[in-house]
């Protein structure tokens, strides 16, 4: 039973297979394989195979002799195929060569009807149309020769007379159509010209610039130099413009603003035949503008021509106007930004004069307003950046020319000169920092020695560098000494130099005598009380300026004081301008050297250097303080400190009177002060009466000095009053006259009256033993044991003293 099944399932699974696609028996398969007779299935498909195989073999059998006598028919058939294409061909080449003969004749008829025809159209036609022709070759070669006037008159003729009578053909519709576009091309073209014609001149600008004030400045040193052509209609040489005979591209039909080239012709008024000088103008051809103008004017776009212009003119100027950012390193780049502006200006100047309303005098002027202020700011701040009074003083040479060239020209120039006047303050400070250096130079180089002179060529050197006059100098024979060191004449001469560079950057400002020498002595003023008299108190505040450099700056400083009327008397020779004028300003001579100057610090080191000096020695001093005697000399130090104040004072005397006396009763006030603190110094805790003895000698060696008078000048024993209140002190305690101080003290007539009862006190208790281990006094006799018993009583007087005179 199972087997039957299986047979009847393997059935259903071959038919499936027949019947189903390929791709889909795999499921089929499968299920035969899963089964457990599948070997018995493989028999099965087997046998159907070859039952398959017999039907097909059976079907090629049954159709085979059917197939083989359709390929004999077929084999029949190409045969005669052949020969029927053969007979066809030959058929169809014997009817083309017949009628190959007929066909040409035919051909040739055509053409001889067609071209009789079309000979005869094309006259008539061409006789029409041959003025059209002739008209546009004729605009066509004016326009290849950059005609463009005469090829606006063309068009005008061929649109208006030639093309109507023509007719209506395509050529001459093409013509109508193509006449405004020719009139945009030639307004397009001569634009072009014109943007050539504007780089040209921009490019162009700094030669003309240069030309022009090259022009200018031949002009001035004419005028100068032939006063006779100056009077004769304000110059001898004038610039005017001119247009020249020569028609331009040799077009004799060019309109005249064709033909002008726009040259500047410098001519002399005075000698026709001299030879001419070349205009700046002559660099460019100025031909593009007029020929533009002209025909913007025909297009009736004269004034789309005119803003066009102006809009680029003002654009290069802009641009002309922007100087370099290192235009201030040297001369050339300030040259090149003015012959800029000058080319400009002078290429306005002359389209203002050779056309018609192109450009009119308020735009110029408008202009001229923008570069103005422009430029001199520019001026402003580039100058600030320079430190060199030659490049600022050629600087200045440089702007008066670019002013004169440009009021040649018409321009208003007040404002240039205005800055000027401002540059030349700026010029100053130049000046001031450049000779401060000079000054300190001259300073550092000299010996502060006075001049000694061996012959007489050498005196008279020196003199005529300096003027110097001391009639009893000139008495004594050579060799002598000038009482100033090279300091002076050096700084005499360096005044003199700063002055002609003042006076030089005055030149050619249209300033009056007046203002040339204000502006002088204000400049000289600021270098004598500000430059010259600070490098002067920094030569004196160095730390190894000696007294005999500081005595020989103040009798320099003196000698120069006494030389500035003669400065005075140099600046009104060179300005012409009397020095007793009121309105002329003074030189501050005295307060630069004597006044709150150099003279007086210079003083203030000598006394300040005294007492340094005095200081020295007395840290030389070396007391024995319990000495119990007086050596009945005057201590070394002192002597050594007595003989150096001889000898320095000895020194002072070319100083003027009242500074040495100055000094000296400094020195002597000094001395006695410096005494005094040496005596009461909290270090010296006891003095013996030998010790102050010692003292009172020493203090005596100082009043023999003031009262010996090292310095003359003085009256009676003014100078003792220095050492009073050291002296009243020790007669004090040298006398022991303690009644009298006490009995008299607070009254004017008082012996004692400079003797403070505090210093007293102090003095007092570093004479007595206030420690009981080092008693001074313990192994004394009885009277000095009366002695201390006084000191103590006295002691206590002066603290009652001190005591009610502050209740």
Same mark, same amino acid.
């Given at each position: 039973?199972?087997?039957?099944?299986?047979?009847?399932?393997?059935?259903?699974?071959?038919?499936?297979?027949?019947?189903?696609?390929?791709?889909?028996?795999?499921?089929?398969?499968?299920?035969?394989?899963?089964?457990?007779?599948?070997?018995?299935?493989?028999?099965?498909?087997?046998?159907?195979?070859?039952?398959?195989?017999?039907?097909?073999?059976?079907?090629?059998?049954?159709?085979?002799?059917?197939?083989?006598?359709?390929?004999?028919?077929?084999?029949?058939?190409?045969?005669?195929?052949?020969?029927?294409?053969?007979?066809?061909?030959?058929?169809?080449?014997?009817?083309?060569?017949?009628?190959?003969?007929?066909?040409?004749?035919?051909?040739?008829?055509?053409?001889?009807?067609?071209?009789?025809?079309?000979?005869?159209?094309?006259?008539?036609?061409?006789?029409?149309?041959?003025?059209?022709?002739?008209?546009?070759?004729?605009?066509?070669?004016?326009?290849?020769?950059?005609?463009?006037?005469?090829?606006?008159?063309?068009?005008?003729?061929?649109?208006?007379?030639?093309?109507?009578?023509?007719?209506?053909?395509?050529?001459?519709?093409?013509?109508?159509?193509?006449?405004?576009?020719?009139?945009?091309?030639?307004?397009?073209?001569?634009?072009?010209?014109?943007?050539?014609?504007?780089?040209?001149?921009?490019?162009?600008?700094?030669?003309?610039?240069?030309?022009?004030?090259?022009?200018?400045?031949?002009?001035?040193?004419?005028?100068?130099?032939?006063?006779?052509?100056?009077?004769?209609?304000?110059?001898?040489?004038?610039?005017?413009?001119?247009?020249?005979?020569?028609?331009?591209?040799?077009?004799?039909?060019?309109?005249?603003?064709?033909?002008?080239?726009?040259?500047?012709?410098?001519?002399?008024?005075?000698?026709?035949?001299?030879?001419?000088?070349?205009?700046?103008?002559?660099?460019?051809?100025?031909?593009?503008?007029?020929?533009?103008?002209?025909?913007?004017?025909?297009?009736?776009?004269?004034?789309?021509?005119?803003?066009?212009?102006?809009?680029?003119?003002?654009?290069?100027?802009?641009?002309?106007?922007?100087?370099?950012?290192?235009?201030?390193?040297?001369?050339?780049?300030?040259?090149?930004?003015?012959?800029?502006?000058?080319?400009?200006?002078?290429?306005?100047?002359?389209?203002?004069?050779?056309?018609?309303?192109?450009?009119?005098?308020?735009?110029?002027?408008?202009?001229?307003?923008?570069?103005?202020?422009?430029?001199?700011?520019?001026?402003?701040?580039?100058?600030?950046?320079?430190?060199?009074?030659?490049?600022?003083?050629?600087?200045?040479?440089?702007?008066?020319?670019?002013?004169?060239?440009?009021?040649?020209?018409?321009?208003?120039?007040?404002?240039?000169?205005?800055?000027?006047?401002?540059?030349?303050?700026?010029?100053?400070?130049?000046?001031?920092?450049?000779?401060?250096?000079?000054?300190?130079?001259?300073?550092?180089?000299?010996?502060?020695?006075?001049?000694?002179?061996?012959?007489?060529?050498?005196?008279?050197?020196?003199?005529?560098?300096?003027?110097?006059?001391?009639?009893?100098?000139?008495?004594?024979?050579?060799?002598?000494?000038?009482?100033?060191?090279?300091?002076?004449?050096?700084?005499?001469?360096?005044?003199? *130099?700063? &002055? %002609?560079?003042? !006076?030089?950057?005055?030149? #050619?400002?249209? $300033?009056?005598?007046?203002?040339? +020498?204000? @502006?002088?002595?204000?400049?000289?003023?600021?270098?004598?009380?500000?430059?010259?008299?600070?490098?002067?108190?920094?030569?004196?505040?160095?730390?190894?300026?000696?007294?005999?450099?500081?005595?020989?700056?103040?009798?320099?400083?003196?000698?120069?004081?006494?030389?500035?009327?003669?400065?005075?008397?140099?600046?009104?020779?060179?300005?012409?301008?009397?020095?007793?004028?009121?309105?002329?300003?003074?030189?501050?001579?005295?307060?630069?050297?004597?006044?709150?100057?150099?003279?007086?610090?210079?003083? *203030?080191? &000598? %006394?300040?250097? !005294?007492?340094?000096?005095? #200081?020295?020695? $007395?840290?030389?001093?070396?007391? +024995?303080? @319990?000495?119990?005697?007086?050596?009945?000399?005057?201590?070394?130090?002192?002597?050594?400190?007595?003989?150096?104040?001889?000898?320095?004072?000895?020194?002072?005397?070319?100083?003027?009177?009242?500074?040495?006396?100055?000094?000296?009763?400094?020195?002597?006030?000094?001395?006695?002060?410096?005494?005094?603190?040496?005596?009461?110094?909290?270090?010296?805790?006891?003095?013996?009466?030998?010790?102050?003895?010692?003292?009172?000698?020493?203090?005596?060696?100082?009043?023999?000095?003031?009262?010996?008078?090292?310095?003359?000048?003085?009256?009676?024993?003014?100078?003792?009053?220095?050492?009073?209140?050291?002296?009243?002190?020790? +007669?004090?305690?040298?006398?022991?006259?303690?009644?009298?101080?006490?009995?008299?003290?607070?009254?004017?007539?008082?012996?004692?009256?400079?003797?403070?009862?505090?210093?007293?006190?102090?003095?007092?208790?570093?004479?007595?033993?206030?420690?009981?281990?080092?008693?001074?006094?313990?192994?004394?006799?009885?009277?000095?044991?009366?002695?201390?018993?006084?000191?103590?009583?006295?002691?206590?007087?002066?603290?009652?003293?001190?005591?009610?005179?502050?209740?």
């Amino acid at each position: 039973m199972a087997s039957v099944e299986a047979a009847a399932e393997h059935e259903r699974i071959l038919r499936e297979i027949e019947s189903t696609d390929t791709n889909c028996i795999g499921p089929t398969l499968r299920s035969v394989y899963d089964g457990q007779a599948h070997g018995f299935f493989m028999e099965k498909l087997e046998g159907r195979i070859r039952n398959h195989d017999r039907e097909i073999e059976k079907m090629c059998n049954h159709h085979f002799q059917g197939f083989v006598d359709s390929i004999t028919e077929l084999l029949k058939v190409r045969a005669e195929a052949q020969k029927l294409k053969s007979q066809v061909t030959d058929t169809n080449s014997r009817l083309q060569d017949d009628g190959k003969v007929i066909l040409t004749t035919m051909e040739e008829l055509t053409q001889c009807r067609v071209q009789q025809r079309n000979i005869a159209t094309t006259v008539e036609k061409l006789t029409r149309c041959l003025p059209v022709l002739q008209m546009y070759s004729k605009l066509q070669e004016q326009m290849k020769a950059k005609r463009y006037y005469p090829a606006l008159r063309t068009l005008e003729q061929l649109e208006q007379r030639c093309l109507p009578q023509a007719g209506e053909y395509r050529f001459c519709a093409i013509m109508a159509e193509n006449i405004p576009r020719l009139r945009v091309r030639i307004r397009d073209v001569s634009m072009s010209d014109l943007k050539d014609f504007l780089e040209s001149i921009r490019k162009h600008s700094d030669k003309i610039g240069e030309t022009a004030m090259k022009q200018a400045q031949a002009q001035d040193q004419r005028s100068l130099n032939s006063a006779g052509l100056q009077q004769r209609g304000g110059s001898g040489r004038r610039v005017r413009k001119v247009s020249p005979s020569t028609e331009l591209d040799g077009q004799s039909s060019s309109p005249l603003s064709e033909q002008d080239s726009g040259i500047l012709d410098v001519e002399d008024e005075e000698d026709d035949e001299e030879e001419e000088v070349p205009g700046a103008q002559e660099l460019v051809d100025f031909s593009p503008v007029y020929r533009c103008l002209h025909i913007y004017t025909v297009l009736g776009a004269r004034d789309t021509f005119e803003s066009y212009y102006r809009k680029q003119r003002r654009k290069q100027a802009r641009l002309v106007l922007q100087p370099h950012s290192n235009m201030h390193e040297t001369l050339e780049g300030y040259r090149r930004y003015f012959n800029q502006i000058v080319g400009f200006f002078v290429v306005e100047d002359h389209v203002l004069h050779t056309t018609q309303g192109l450009v009119n005098r308020a735009y110029v002027e408008e202009l001229w307003e923008m570069a103005l202020s422009k430029s001199i700011a520019a001026l402003r701040t580039h100058s600030s950046y320079c430190t060199d009074p030659d490049l600022v003083l050629d600087l200045k040479n440089l702007i008066v020319l670019f002013a004169d060239t440009l009021q040649g020209y018409g321009f208003t120039v007040n404002q240039l000169f205005d800055m000027l006047l401002e540059m030349r303050d700026q010029y100053g400070e130049i000046l001031l920092k450049k000779w401060a250096m000079s000054f300190r130079q001259i300073l550092d180089q000299d010996n502060y020695s006075p001049i000694p002179v061996a012959t007489p060529e050498e005196y008279h050197s020196i003199i005529s560098q300096f003027p110097f006059q001391d009639p009893e100098l000139d008495k004594t024979p050579f060799p002598k000494k000038l009482p100033f060191s090279e300091f002076v004449p050096k700084v005499y001469c360096q005044l003199k *130099e700063f &002055i %002609y560079a003042c !006076l030089k950057f005055s030149e #050619d400002l249209h $300033l009056s005598s007046t203002e040339i +020498d204000d @502006m002088i002595r204000k400049s000289t003023n600021l270098l004598l009380t500000r430059t010259l008299s600070n490098c002067l108190q920094y030569a004196i505040k160095k730390k190894n300026v000696g007294l005999a450099e500081l005595v020989q700056v103040i009798i320099n400083t003196t000698h120069l004081e006494q030389s500035c009327h003669y400065l005075e008397e140099f600046i009104s020779n060179i300005t012409s301008v009397l020095p007793d004028n009121m309105n002329a300003t003074k030189l501050y001579g005295t307060s630069t050297f004597k006044v709150s100057g150099a003279r007086s610090l210079a003083e *203030e080191e &000598i %006394y300040t250097k !005294l007492n340094q000096k005095i #200081d020295q020695f $007395l840290q030389l001093a070396d007391y +024995d303080w @319990m000495a119990t005697q007086a050596a009945g000399q005057a201590s070394d130090y002192l002597s050594d400190l007595i003989a150096f104040l001889c000898s320095t004072f000895a020194v002072f005397t070319h100083l003027p009177g009242k500074v040495a006396q100055t000094a000296c009763m400094s020195a002597c006030k000094h001395l006695s002060t410096s005494l005094l603190q040496l005596l009461l110094e909290a270090d010296v805790r006891q003095v013996s009466m030998g010790a102050l003895q010692q003292f009172n000698v020493d203090a005596e060696g100082g009043e023999r000095f003031a009262r010996a008078g090292p310095v003359p000048g003085f009256q009676g024993d003014t100078l003792l009053l220095a050492f009073i209140d050291l002296r009243q002190l020790l +007669d004090l305690f040298t006398q022991w006259d303690w009644s009298t101080y006490l009995a008299d003290y607070g009254r004017p007539t008082c012996k004692y009256l400079r003797v403070n009862p505090h210093t007293a006190l102090v003095l007092l208790e570093k004479m007595k033993d206030t420690s009981r281990k080092n008693n001074m006094f313990s192994q004394f006799r009885k009277n000095e044991r009366d002695k201390q018993k006084l000191i103590d009583t006295v002691v206590k007087q002066l603290r009652n003293l001190i005591s009610s005179h502050q209740s």
